[in-house]
């Protein structure tokens, strides 16, 4: 059996950890440079807030409403979801993290208990413990635990858990199950197989497999057939460890000179290499992309993606934030309003043992920038993200006068919440 753990509304309950008196009020998250909303609180789907709604709408479509709205604050969301995650990993005999608010559990050789039971009082401890709600779905393969968590989330009388054991489970909740939220059907299948009179997820798992094979030929789809009819096919392995990393966000407002976009990218870079870090792996290809605006017809367009290989793999953020830099001064074209970039690592296998070079003698220099890495983990894990950083990753700005200072950001983000668990200067004082 299986089961997977999934954080309710997570950006909204994280907010809500130290803010207890926004329970049962309309929440809403933003995204970066406080774009448009991307997580709401159940009272305010309720309202009709929709996902994607851009910020700069929410007085006009909702006058007259109090709203809290925040910043997305990606230090505190991880933080406490990491919380969630070491209680999980105490209470299941194995687990991984698939992402920021979900954590998928393996539970053999716990069929001995009542797992409905042991579900119901995981959600208790780990809401005692962090103060997030969670919503637990335990099934025989990850798809129909999928399945059972949506269930629920959504329904009260589950108490937070449910289980799909039997087969008369299955074929009640997959008759009730929308097509486009089964989970390995993107939106493009979602809309093709509604088009072909697919509606339910039992839609699908009726169908005979060849038809499966000769209207799709994608062996994602025909696992996700198989699972729905209570298989266990999808590869453990394959969703242990990212294949790739990428690091992009829309940048507040358009940037024109390369100094600029050369802080963002070292940024990604840096973000990326620590990701790579905390997963144990090591990266052998570091791409860049610059994007223009396309919604300003008025401006030329222009959109590019270069990459370089690096001779040995490497998870040394000064490595793979140099490798980014030397990839954006080839993309890089003067006379353009750029709107977007990114970073992403690719070629990602184990960073122990590494093969280095046939002829780089300098095993020395290796050693030092791993030690160099760590301590930058450890300061920044003990003072907050970007406590320590490379110089090229430090925004600058001017004064009237043409003189520059240092700055820690140059995302948007007028709602940010402190973060008491992470940063000595946020920590809560009693009173």
């Known amino acids: 059996m299986y089961g997977i753990i999934d954080c309710d509304n997570c950006y909204v309950s994280c907010e809500r950890v130290f803010r207890p008196d926004l329970n049962d009020k309309p929440v809403v998250v933003l995204s970066n440079n406080d774009g448009c909303v991307v997580a709401r609180s159940n009272e305010a789907k309720k309202m009709g807030i929709k996902a994607g709604t851009p910020y700069f709408q929410l007085a006009e479509l909702f006058p007259n409403q109090k709203i809290a709205v925040f910043s997305s604050n990606y230090e505190l969301y991880g933080e406490l979801t990491s919380r969630v995650v070491s209680i999980i990993r105490k209470e299941a005999p194995a687990y991984f993290r698939y992402s920021i608010d979900e954590c998928f559990v393996y539970l053999d050789g716990m069929t001995h208990l009542d797992l409905k039971a042991w579900g119901e009082e995981l959600h208790k401890r780990i809401k005692q413990s962090v103060g997030m709600p969670v919503s637990i779905g335990i099934a025989p393969n990850k798809t129909l635990a999928k399945v059972a968590s949506h269930f629920a989330k959504k329904y009260?009388?589950?108490?937070?858990?449910?289980?799909?054991?039997?087969?008369?489970?299955?074929?009640?909740?997959?008759?009730?199950?929308?097509?486009?939220?089964?989970?390995?059907?993107?939106?493009?299948?979602?809309?093709?197989?509604?088009?072909?009179?697919?509606?339910?997820?039992?839609?699908?798992?009726?169908?005979?497999?060849?038809?499966?094979?000769?209207?799709?030929?994608?062996?994602?789809?025909?696992?996700?057939?198989?699972?729905?009819?209570?298989?266990?096919?999808?590869?453990?392995?394959?969703?242990?460890?990212k294949k790739s990393i990428c690091t992009s966000r829309s940048f507040n407002g358009m940037i024109t000179d390369l100094d600029g976009l050369r802080t963002h990218i070292s940024n990604y870079a840096a973000r990326c290499a620590e990701?790579?870090?905390?997963?144990?792996?090591?990266?052998?290809?570091?791409?860049?992309?610059?994007?223009?605006?396309?919604?300003?017809?008025?401006?030329?367009?222009?959109?590019?993606?270069?990459?370089?290989?690096?001779?040995?793999?490497?998870?040394?953020?000064?490595?793979?934030?140099?490798?980014?830099?030397?990839?954006?001064?080839?993309?890089?074209?003067?006379?353009?309003?750029?709107?977007k970039a990114g970073v992403i690592v690719m070629g990602i296998g184990p960073n122990s043992p590494i093969q280095q070079d046939l002829?780089?003698?300098?095993?020395?220099?290796?050693?030092?920038?791993?030690?160099?890495?760590?301590?930058?983990?450890?300061?920044n894990k003990v003072n907050g993200t970007e406590t320590i950083v490379l110089g090229s990753q430090q925004y600058t700005r001017r004064d009237g006068k043409g003189k520059a200072d240092v700055f820690a950001n140059a995302i948007k983000h007028d709602f940010k919440s402190k973060n008491p668990t992470t940063r000595w200067s946020d920590i809560i004082v009693l009173k």
Request: charge should be positive; include cysteine.
């Open 156 to 241: 009260q009388g589950y108490r937070h858990c449910c289980m799909i054991d039997t087969d008369e489970k299955r074929i009640k909740a997959l008759k009730l199950y929308p097509i486009d939220e089964v989970w390995g059907i993107g939106r493009r299948y979602a809309a093709r197989l509604e088009a072909l009179g697919v509606k339910t997820a039992y839609d699908l798992a009726r169908h005979d497999q060849n038809w499966i094979r000769v209207t799709f030929n994608n062996i994602v789809i025909e696992r996700t057939w198989r699972e729905l009819n209570g298989e266990d096919c999808v590869p453990n392995e394959e969703m242990a460890k």
């Open 359 to 379: 002829f780089d003698t300098n095993a020395e220099q290796f050693e030092k920038m791993k030690r160099l890495d760590a301590v930058m983990d450890r300061i």
């Open 275 to 339: 990701k790579l870090r905390r997963q144990g792996t090591a990266a052998s290809i570091v791409g860049v992309f610059l994007n223009t605006n396309v919604f300003r017809e008025d401006l030329p367009q222009y959109w590019n993606f270069q990459e370089k290989r690096l001779v040995t793999p490497s998870d040394s953020t000064i490595t793979i934030v140099k490798a980014a830099n030397e990839v954006l001064q080839k993309l890089y074209r003067q006379g353009y309003h750029y709107k």
